[in-house]
């Protein structure tokens, strides 16, 4: 790929989330403090939401990572399921043997007997829940029902849900109004704002071991939030493609001509007619970069 023309270690803007990429800026540090104050305090229901692609699982694991070893994290990723498999698979998290087809009263009966074994080892229980919003609404009334798990101190269990806009709109139906109403912490992750996304840059390019001038020149910054809209995902592809477009270029510097190729490549950037002109041979620049992506892969 483009490490050794960069100088880089490793490629700054995957959409993996990795933590180690983690851009602490004031709306991900609130996320995060929210989180962290919320599960100290013992409290049963968390809500992080936020459009697609801002970033909510990197937050999730960042999250995940950060608690100290007083906290055992449980984490399901695809909560599409019925609320007896939710319930397998927060037995398999929490390391529970149990027979494939166990009844849900004696699968309900082990688990809160390991969570009570937890808690007398002084140990709180955190389940994690990514994309939320899938979730059917026999699961969430499921979900509710094992927050009722208490002793005379404190939740045996607290839950933190992650989930797209589409999960507030959920939670305002009738069948879960209870569950709603015992969500004590919410927080709502935003996209990032054009400074913001400018040290977004220099942060990735430096964990990622870049030591250069400036990569990405003043016209190249305004033409990516423009084409992003502060979307981290989008930002990192776009930069991506980017980058493996100068570097089959030769260059060492993305300019707006070399992002706007990049949005033009992904259905998802935002399409505007962009005021320079580049009609003409862009076309062929497109065309080119395309296959040199492609070669490049």
């Known amino acids: 790929m483009y490490k050794s023309h960069f100088g880089l270690r490793e490629l700054p803007f995957g959409i993996t989330p990795d933590t180690t990429f983690f851009f602490a800026c004031a709306n991900y540090q609130e996320a995060l403090n929210t989180l962290l104050i919320a599960t100290k305090n013992g409290e049963g229901f968390i809500k992080i939401t936020g459009e697609v692609g801002v970033g909510k699982t990197l937050l999730c694991r960042k999250f995940m990572a950060t608690l100290d070893k007083g906290f055992v994290t449980a984490y399901i990723p695809n909560p599409f399921l019925e609320p007896r498999t939710l319930m ?32 007398r080892e002084g140990k709180r229980v955190v389940l994690c829940i990514d994309e939320a919003q899938a979730m059917p609404l026999e699961t969430l009334e499921a979900l509710r029902l094992l927050t009722n798990l208490e002793t005379e101190k404190r939740k045996l269990l607290q839950i933190v849900m992650f989930g797209q806009p589409e999960l507030d709109r959920k939670l305002q139906q009738e069948a879960v109004r209870q569950l709603n109403q015992r969500i004590t912490f919410h927080y709502h992750l935003g996209q990032l704002t054009k400074d913001d996304m400018e040290y977004y840059l220099h942060h990735r390019l430096t964990v990622a071991g870049y030591t250069g001038s400036r990569m990405f020149n003043r016209g190249a910054e305004k033409a990516l939030y423009a084409a992003s809209r502060g979307v981290p995902r989008l930002i990192n592809i776009l930069a991506h493609k980017a980058l493996m477009l100068a570097y089959a270029e030769g260059k060492s510097q993305i300019t707006a001509r070399h992002i706007r190729a990049a949005a033009q490549d992904t259905g998802a950037a935002q399409k505007r007619r962009w005021a320079w002109a580049w009609a003409g041979g862009a076309a062929l620049l497109v065309a080119g970069s395309g296959m040199a992506w492609a070669f490049l892969r």
């Open 88 to 119: 397998l698979a927060l037995a398999d998290e929490l390391e529970v043997q149990q027979n494939k087809d166990v009844d849900q009263h004696t699968l309900l009966k082990s688990i809160t007997h390991r969570l009570l074994v937890l808690a």
